[in-house]
Every structure is written in C-alpha cells, then in structure tokens.
C-alpha cells in the first residue's frame, strides 16, 4: 500500500515531507512484529499512526485495544494490563482478565508509556522478551502473543536518565521510532487540515460555508499551534457553530487563538533585555577586584611616603585614591586609632587637623593605634559595602546598585539576605 492510499483509508490530511515520511516508516514496519515507539506532541496524531500499522499489518483481524497508562490509577494498572485472581487484593471478588490476555493475537496500543509505574514497567518488560506474564495475586506463567505499540509527548530519554523509566525497556520498544511532526513543522497543511474540519463541522450542523480571507490565512499559518491538529479542529469547530458573518478576518480569528500560547517557539534574538541576574557572583567579584585595586594603591603610596621620607613628588597621582578612602573609611575617632594627614589633598574633601610643624613642608604621619587583625569575611565586606552605596546615595537603591556594579533585583535580594 503506497502513501496516497493510506492517507484516503485513514483520512489523512496534508503534503509534507515530515508527514509523509512518518506514513511511510509506519507502512513499512507494519507487517513485522517489532515493537514500535510512537513519540510526538500531544494532539499531534499517534493514535491514528497506531491504527495504521494494526490495520495493514497481518494482525489486522485479531483485536486492537488502546490503553492510556497515564489514566490508570498506579494501584491498579497491573490488574488492569495482566489481570488477577480472586482474592488478589480487597475488592477483587472474582477472577478478571487482563488486555495482554484479552487481546491475545492482535495489538495493544500503550498510550502516555512514560507515565507507567517502574514496576509495572518491569512485568512489561518480560512480556516483550518473552510473551510471558503473571496475574496479580497469582504464581501460574501465562504466555500471550501481542504487538506492543507505545506512545508519548515527552523524551523518554530524559526520563531514562532521572531514572523515572527502565534504560532496558526503553531500548527494547525503541525498536523503531516513529516521530510525528508537530503541526507548526507541517505549515503547508494547516489550512488544508482546517478547510476540511470546517466543511465536515458546517456539513454536520447545516450551516454555510466558511471562508477565510488573505490575512486571516496568514494569522491561521504563522500560529504555533501548541495543542497541535487537536486545537486547530477544536478551533474550526467552534467558527463554524459561533461566528454569524461566515467570511472570516484576522481580527476576528484571533479572538479564537489563546494569547498565552500565541508566541513562536522558534528561537529568537531579544533586544534591550534586562541584565539577567546570574547569582551572588557578580558582587562578591566586585568586591574582590575593588579590594584588590585599592591594596595596590596604597602599597604604592606607602612606599614613595616611605622612600621620601614624606609626601612624594608624584603625590597627585594617588589623590584620587586617598580621597576615595576618604569617602568610605570612617576614622576611628579615639585616640589609639590616629592616623593625621597635614596637608589638604582636595578642598572638596574633610581633611584631618593640620600639624603645626610646616619646616621644609615636611607631612607628618602618626599612627598610635596597636594593629588589628582585618576581617576577611565576605559577608561582612559585602554588607559593609552595600551600607555604605545606600547612605552615599541617600537610600536610592537604583543608583546604590549602579555603583556597586550589580542589578537592582540583586541588591533587593542581597538586602533581604542580610537583614540591612
């Protein structure tokens, strides 16, 4: 059977290379008795390829059944897939027959595989290796002849390695994978997919035709269509039983497209973007190469003060440095702590009481205080800091966290971390 047939069999709408080679992987496992893994989007068609490789395959007189495991409460999926003897469990009152012995001679079709329990899974498993399997509440092996089909929308792959799925089932239905494309892959057949639900709806409720114009067309085929052939069915039924003007615009079309889901999930350049905050990084590292320019500049000016004797010749180099600590440090005010500078280095700044020894324009440095281990927390140094740029710019938190270097939303968070 060629593609065309199948798709006037089984009523399949579209043209596109996706679609059609999904049709032809289905026809050409269908006469095997391989496992089949179906993997697409909700709404997207896996049944209907279940159907497919059933009907033209040569089980196609033996019985079909579809089974969503995700439906299944997990305490009686067991009974529901192999079957139980009486007194199994509280309220088995007789003997029940499972879909694998039911079905014995046709195919079984596992919908939502990914959301079936891992001990379930187990027993699964054996009857793909071997045909065999084992009632609840019962110790007798019985054997059983189906083709499985499984289905899901998410990667089982994914679950696999959050050990939520067997890697050994997964491998053994992994057979052949068959995977649907989504409808926004296949634009070329939305709106014939959407003129056919239309007519059938009108047809079944006997009201006129409806139509589309330019614009509305291309509303129609840009959407994303997340619920996929469902959502654009479930679309085109509600136009043709609500809408009274049956020539359809883009304004009143989109009335009918959830906003939330009206975003293109192709990948997309983003202009003028927020600066993401990462984590605490950014601060701790601006605190880090802040400390760390300011210990140069002050080795450096320590030394000249030292190979001098007193202030050096290139002394207006370092003044931008000193008057930075000037605007961060808070001197100590007792007088084990002193540390006096005889000379104004910018008018604009607070500078300490002038010695009055002036000879040969010497400046004299006195230091009484006993040395005091620093703290190195960074903590500490991170809360000092985020002090300090809050009362420099009198509560502002925009401009304290420009000059700290970091996002505002961070410097809320740092706030409420450490209680300031």
């Keep these: 059977m060629d593609i065309q047939e199948i798709k006037q069999r089984f009523g399949i709408i579209g043209n596109s290379p996706l679609l059609n080679r999904a049709i032809n992987i289905a026809n050409q496992v269908a006469p095997t008795d391989i496992s089949v893994l179906i993997t697409g989007e909700s709404g997207s068609g896996k049944e209907v390829f279940s159907h497919i490789i059933h009907q033209i395959s040569p089980r196609k007189h033996g019985p079909f059944i579809a089974v969503n495991c995700g439906a299944i409460p997990e305490g ?38 990914a959301e079936m329990p891992l001990g379930t899974q187990a027993r699964l498993l054996r009857v793909l290796e071997s045909g065999q399997f084992i009632k609840v509440g019962s110790s007798k092996v019985e054997k059983t002849n189906v083709r499985v089909i499984a289905a899901t929308n998410v990667d089982v792959y994914d ?144 030394a000249n003060i030292i190979e001098h004797g007193g202030v050096p010749a290139n002394y207006d180099d370092h003044s931008q440095a000193i008057n930075q600590l000037y605007r961060d440090i808070e001197l100590p005010q007792s007088t084990e702590a002193q540390f006096t500078l005889h000379h104004p280095v910018n008018a604009s700044i607070n500078t300490p009481v002038p010695s009055h020894n002036h000879k040969n324009n010497d400046y004299h440095i006195t230091h009484d205080a006993e040395e005091v281990e620093e703290s190195l927390s960074l903590i500490e140094k991170e809360s000092d800091l985020i002090r300090k740029a809050l009362k420099k710019h009198k509560g502002k938190r925009k401009l304290a966290a420009n000059e700290l270097g970091i996002s505002e939303r961070t410097l809320y968070r740092k706030i409420k971390e450490l209680n300031l």
């Design 159 to 302: 679950a696999v390695k959050a050990g939520k799925f067997r890697e050994d089932l997964y491998y053994r239905l992994n057979t052949v994978p068959l995977r649907i494309p989504p409808l926004r892959d296949r634009k070329e057949d939305v709106y014939l997919l959407f003129r056919k639900f239309t007519s059938d709806f009108t047809d079944k409720y006997r009201t006129p035709p409806i139509q589309l114009d330019d614009e509305a067309q291309q509303v129609l085929i840009n959407y994303s269509w997340p619920g996929n052939v469902r959502q654009l069915k479930n679309m085109a039924e509600q136009l043709a039983v609500l809408e009274r003007d049956r020539i359809i615009t883009a304004q009143t079309l989109l009335t009918y497209i959830p906003h939330e889901t009206s975003r293109s999930n192709l990948p997309m350049r983003l202009d003028n973007q927020p600066k993401e905050d990462f984590s605490e990084r950014d601060i701790l590292y601006k605190v880090l190469f802040d400390m760390k320019r300011d210990m140069v500049e002050l080795k450096k000016l320590v």
């Design 76 to 113: 009686t999926i067991d009974s529901e897939l192999f079957g139980h003897e009486k007194g199994a469990y509280t309220g088995a009152v007789g003997e029940r027959k499972g879909y694998f012995e039911t079905v014995n001679g046709g195919t079984i079709f596992l919908d939502e595989i």
